[in-house]
């Protein structure tokens, strides 16, 4: 599939490219789409960083990557290498103790930090050991409305300033003559279109490994095969690995060798940052809550029909909803699934135990009590022990949910 990314160039006082600002795209047109912060930056770090790498697309110099609020508390700086980016804080992050912290640690990691749209309040002044650069957009905040805070940042030995939207001669002299270090804008270059080819992954095997790695003690044998069952996903995985983003000592030369060096919570960490690249808005984390109830509720039934069958029935309730969250037609999604025909079946409505197992549990959630009736009947389970195993089944994914 094809894969977009802009890129702007940014200058020195010399004219000198120095460094390239990416932007997210999602298509051919030259702008940015109509999707959650979070979500582009999940995709730019997956569709390049975990593609040919963001050193392929700047041509082997720095890249400027936009980091919001969402991006900064998931820790999507994470996936990113510290040698190769300057990490872009967008005006939407707040001078907050939290994001203190944060910049903080990623200071710590080494990362270069970068103040976006910087518009000044002495809040941010405790900020200022951490930055490496700030851009003023001078559209927004002309350059004679920020003689004086120049002035102030230029006193900080450590801090560049760079100089956005300089649209004509005049700007650039003007910024020049204050004694900018950077500039970027249409009078030099508009961003430029680069597309290349990635591979698209099975959404239901990271459905899958979602809820393996979510656990609190995850099956890493499990997790190993559900990734050796999709090259993308596994592919994904080895290029995290020598992203340079972690110091490797050895060669890998398994998944499963990958996945304990990764460890658990860099894994969930690359787990999340799949589901957050490919759904949108909010509605995965809430279906992805329901699927988790679901697929718990559904093995604890199982376990009282026949618990051969309760692993079956977790998988089950957990694709219940992968219709709705990917927003394709269930009969399309099964066909890639790597997983028994029972299962197959159940989730196409065919009538078997499965079917009836979530038949029960859909009744349940909607309060359909003569569609209940009729399938505990038919799985020879007394409705009484209903609430009992559906709160055990929320206790569990609460439990869950805290270990994301």
């Not at 050193?55 to 609020?69: D, M, W």
């Not at 050895?250 to 499963?256: E, F, L, M, P």
């Not at 604890?300 to 079956?312: D, M, R, T, Y």
């Not at 007394?382 to 709160?391: C, H, I």
Request: with cysteine; charged share 25%.
């Amino acid at each position: 599939m094809s894969v977009f990314v802009a890129r702007q160039a940014i200058f020195n006082r010399k004219q000198n490219v120095v460094a390239y600002e990416l932007l997210f795209r999602n298509s051919a047109e030259n702008f940015f789409p109509d999707i959650e912060e979070g979500q582009a930056t999940a995709r730019l770090i997956m569709e390049n960083q975990l593609n040919l790498g963001t050193r392929h697309i700047t041509s082997g110099k720095t890249a400027l990557i936009n980091i919001g609020p969402d991006s900064l508390k998931h820790n999507l700086c994470d996936f990113l290498p510290c040698k190769d980016v300057v990490i872009e804080l967008l005006e939407t992050i707040e001078p907050t103790d939290d994001n203190y912290q944060l910049c903080r640690e990623l200071f710590h990691k080494n990362y270069k930090l970068a103040l976006d749209d910087f518009v000044y309040n002495e809040q941010w002044e405790r900020f200022l050991k951490f930055i490496k650069l700030v851009k003023f957009d001078i559209a927004q905040t002309p350059l004679s409305d920020i003689a004086e805070i120049v002035e102030k940042l230029k006193q900080h030995k450590k801090i560049k300033i760079l100089a956005e939207k300089i649209e004509t001669q005049a700007d650039y002299h003007q910024a020049h003559k204050m004694g900018f270090d950077y500039f970027q804008g249409y009078f030099f270059a508009k961003p430029t279109m680069h597309e290349q080819q990635d591979i698209d992954y099975n959404y239901a095997l990271v459905v899958a490994i979602y809820a393996q790695v979510m656990k609190p003690s995850p099956d890493i044998k499990q997790i190993s095969v559900l990734f050796e069952a999709d090259a993308a996903l596994a592919y994904k995985l080895m290029r995290l690995i020598n992203s340079g983003v972690f110091p490797i000592q050895s060669k890998i030369s398994s998944i499963k060798q990958a996945l304990v060096y990764l460890g658990h919570e860099r894994l969930k960490k690359f787990v999340s940052l799949i589901v957050t690249a490919h759904t949108a808005g909010k509605k995965p984390a809430e279906l992805m809550q329901v699927c988790v109830v679901r697929s718990r509720f559904c093995e604890l039934i199982a376990k009282q029909v026949s618990k051969s069958l309760a692993g079956e029935a977790f998988l089950t309730g957990l694709f219940s909803l992968l219709d709705a969250i990917l927003d394709q037609p269930m009969s399309l999604l099964v066909e890639k699934l790597p997983f028994p025909d029972d299962i197959k079946a159940a989730l196409l409505n065919e009538k078997n135990t499965l079917y009836y197992i979530l038949n029960v549990v859909q009744a349940y959630e909607t309060g359909s009590w003569w569609t209940l009736e009729k399938a505990v009947i038919l799985l020879n389970v007394k409705s009484d022990v209903l609430p009992g195993l559906y709160n055990q089944a929320v206790d569990w994914a609460d439990n869950y949910k805290n270990n994301s």
